[in-house]
């Protein structure tokens, strides 16, 4: 346990899972999709989608796709904020099974026409944990440096991304792998000790069989 189990994060209220979380969960959706979001379709789940009004999940959760931190004081002016830097959003409700009450499915497209689909959760305290990507479940928090690739089912994919981390000196904290069929499409998720350069993931979006690579800081 730490300190900020004991008195939480610094942010702007009025709750840590409510507010802070859903704009952390904002911010990691921002970074994955790799640029500025300029559509995005936001559906609640349980606590969410009965009390995440009256807590202030909807801006919380906007403000974080525009790039605020959860002490900004500008969350409660996200709607317009939105509005002023081209952001289109919606939001409506969904039942997700087996999934932690405070739960949000985001549909996010970016300027260039890119698309992510992502599923996270706040768990308490303002931490999160993102549950599923583009339909391939997975589990990581945000809170270390942490690359995600998208790879073709094949031998190697692995040792080539760890043999770059390694030359580079990046030490990797943990590691998880799943695939939506064999010899399909693959997702690795790496969390490390050292933050991860943008040169670092264009590197690795060069190896034969690996499909994209997104970097993203430590939320």
């Known amino acids: 346990m730490d300190i900020f189990d004991l008195i939480g994060p610094i942010m702007v209220g009025p709750s840590s899972?409510?507010?802070?979380?859903?704009?952390?969960?904002?911010?990691?959706?921002?970074?994955?999709?790799?640029?500025?979001?300029?559509?995005?379709?936001?559906?609640?789940?349980?606590?969410f989608a009965a009390t995440g009004r009256g807590h202030g999940t909807d801006r919380a959760l906007v403000a974080g796709l525009l790039g605020l931190a959860p002490d900004d004081g500008r969350i409660p002016d996200s709607f317009q904020l939105a509005g002023e830097q081209?952001?289109?959003?919606?939001?409506?409700?969904?039942s997700l099974r087996s999934a932690h009450p405070n739960s949000v499915q985001l549909t996010l497209d970016g300027k260039s026409g890119r698309r992510l689909q992502m599923t996270a959760a706040s768990i308490g305290g303002g931490r999160i944990q993102v549950r599923e990507l583009d339909g391939m479940p997975l589990c990581f928090s945000a809170e270390q440096p942490t690359l995600i690739v998208k790879n073709e089912d094949q031998p190697g994919s692995v040792a080539d991304v760890s043999r770059v981390l390694a030359r580079l000196g990046i030490n990797i904290a943990t590691f998880q792998v799943n695939r939506n069929s064999r010899g399909g499409e693959a997702v690795m998720v790496i969390e490390c000790d050292a933050p991860i350069l943008e040169q670092t993931a264009e590197h690795?979006?060069?190896?034969?069989?690996?499909?994209?690579?997104?970097?993203?800081?430590a939320v």
């Open 86 to 94: 081209g952001l289109s959003f919606c939001f409506g409700t969904v």
């Open 204 to 217: 690795i979006r060069r190896i034969p069989g690996i499909l994209d690579a997104v970097s993203i800081k």
């Open 17 to 47: 899972s409510h507010t802070a979380g859903a704009v952390r969960i904002g911010l990691v959706g921002r970074r994955l999709l790799g640029e500025d979001p300029v559509q995005a379709q936001l559906l609640l789940h349980g606590s």
